[in-house]
């Protein structure tokens, strides 16, 4: 006699939920911003001097004020 009975499917597993991609205003700021956004921004001013020297450091600084104050 042969084996006449019928194999049942497994049941389905479960569906993750679709995660929604988050745009660029739903992101969370940073709280620091890194080293290359501080050296990014205090060479613009750099480059909107002229390129002069001697305020090298009054650029950084003013770059981190500004970069920390956006990200508070």
Partial sequence: MADTAKKTKA???????????KTVSEMPK???P??????????????ARGYQDGDAEQDWL???????KMAS
């Fill in 62 to 68: 003013r770059a981190e004020q500004e970069l920390y």
């Fill in 34 to 47: 890194t080293r290359e956004e501080i050296e990014r921004l205090a060479r613009s001013y750099w480059e």
């Fill in 11 to 21: 049941a389905p597993k479960p569906r993750k939920p679709a995660v929604k991609k």
């Fill in 30 to 32: 940073a709280a620091v």
